[in-house]
């Protein structure tokens, strides 16, 4: 190679590495067995010991769910992430940027005072988006 074309080169390939670098991206999965599909999100770009755990239900009416997090939200537990139930539906907060302050409360709604439990409990007692 001749002096002229391996400083372009090198500088080009020093450029790639250099921006590439800084890229980071999170992991989302889907996994069907059996005509039965699996989804959900893993916060490993920023998080360095993200967690996925299964949640029973309280009792016979609740449903069981699969939750991906890594947030500790003191006696709350884990806050998640993205979550799955046994019916399939599924949340992800991968845009859902932390509230800059108190939004009023619409009317017919109500106000989310530990969105940590509130994620576990859609996902505890709902089978649809519509419930």
Same mark, same amino acid.
């Given at each position: ?15 790639? &590495?250099?921006? $590439? !670098?800084? #890229?980071? $991206?999170?992991?989302? !999965? ?28 309280? +009792?016979? %009416? $609740?449903?069981?769910? &699969? ?11 884990? #806050?998640?992430? $993205?979550? *799955?139930? %046994? !019916?399939?539906? @599924?949340?992800?907060?991968? #845009? @859902?940027?932390?509230?800059? *302050?108190?939004?009023? &409360?619409? #009317?017919? /709604? ?7 439990? !509130?994620?576990? +409990?859609?996902?505890?007692?709902? /089978?649809?988006?519509?419930?």
């Amino acid at each position: 190679m001749t002096k002229s074309k391996f400083l372009p080169l090198t500088l080009t390939v020093f450029i790639l &590495v250099f921006l $590439s !670098y800084n #890229a980071s $991206s999170c992991s989302m !999965y889907k996994v069907t067995v059996n005509n039965k599909t699996t989804v959900g999100t893993n916060f490993d770009a920023y998080y360095l010991t993200p967690r996925i755990w299964f949640e029973n239900g309280k +009792d016979t %009416e $609740s449903l069981g769910a &699969v939750l991906q997090e890594e947030d500790l939200n003191g006696s709350n537990g884990f #806050a998640p992430q $993205s979550g *799955m139930n %046994e !019916y399939g539906l @599924a949340f992800s907060r991968l #845009a @859902a940027p932390p509230p800059q *302050m108190e939004k009023p &409360v619409t #009317a017919g /709604k109500r106000t989310i005072t530990n969105p940590t439990n !509130y994620l576990k +409990d859609i996902l505890h007692t709902c /089978k649809t988006v519509d419930e």
